[in-house]
């Protein structure tokens, strides 16, 4: 069985300020406490990877990175970006402030997070959720399809996209938001696909209970 082992980044300035962080919104990977990144790394060590693949966008880049400098068993692994793992775009929403936009438009607010599509998210330039859905399935099953067998591939993406795609992919419609630096596993079975795990989180010292994906309520 091939295992896509599916990693969000690690925690940023606007996560904490709970802003919208989509495809063309970044704030800097906070650095102050790496032992996050540490623990992530001696779970994931355990395993070899045949390839790591990331979101091209910064905040993923820069985690990838610092959860590969700490797998000495994985030495040499290089990230490769690929587009299809970006986040969701959130248009005119982007770095808005989750408060805000619950006070202010609670009804569209409500069906983002459902990612339900809404002519007025549409005109806000918040991205297709079934076309999101669809190229980050695609982008799984690209990877999936050069992996060799039995093998194992890391992957840092975002928390919107990641769920969205998982679902998309597998037909769970029940998998909830996904934690900074949690890791899902999906296993890979000639052409289906299982969720085997999903948001995991257990290796870190610290899970904020109440954290989870912004656009989410």
């Known amino acids: 069985m091939k295992r896509l082992f599916i990693v969000r980044h690690g925690r940023t300035q606007w996560n904490v300020e709970k802003r919208l962080q989509g495809a063309s919104g970044d ?48 030495a040499g692994l290089k990230l490769q970006p690929v ?19 619950v006070h202010d438009h609670l009804a569209l607010f409500q069906k983002l997070s459902r990612r339900e599509n809404d002519p007025g998210l549409t005109a806000l330039g918040v991205e297709d959720f079934n076309a999101a859905g669809e190229r980050f399935a695609q982008a799984l099953k690209t990877i999936a399809a050069v992996l060799p067998a039995d093998a194992n ?15 998309h992919l597998t037909g769970n419609d029940h998998l909830l938001g996904l934690k900074n630096l949690s890791t ?34």
């Open 184 to 217: 899902s596993l999906v296993g890979v079975v000639g052409n289906q696909y299982y969720v085997d795990v999903y948001n995991q989180t257990a290796y870190l010292p610290h899970v904020d209970l109440n954290e989870g994906n912004v656009s989410i309520l």
């Open 83 to 101: 587009a299809g793992l970006t986040e969701i775009g959130f248009g005119q929403w982007e770095g808005k402030k989750r408060a805000e936009l």
């Open 27 to 74: 704030s800097p990977v906070l650095q102050d406490d790496l032992t996050p990144y540490e623990k992530l790394a001696a779970y994931l060590d355990q395993y070899r990877f045949a390839a790591a693949y990331t979101s091209p966008l910064p905040r993923a880049v820069t985690s990838g990175r610092l959860i590969l400098t700490r797998m000495p068993h994985n």
């Open 153 to 167: 591939a890391l992957i840092v993406t975002h928390g919107g996209i990641a769920q969205l795609g998982m679902r």
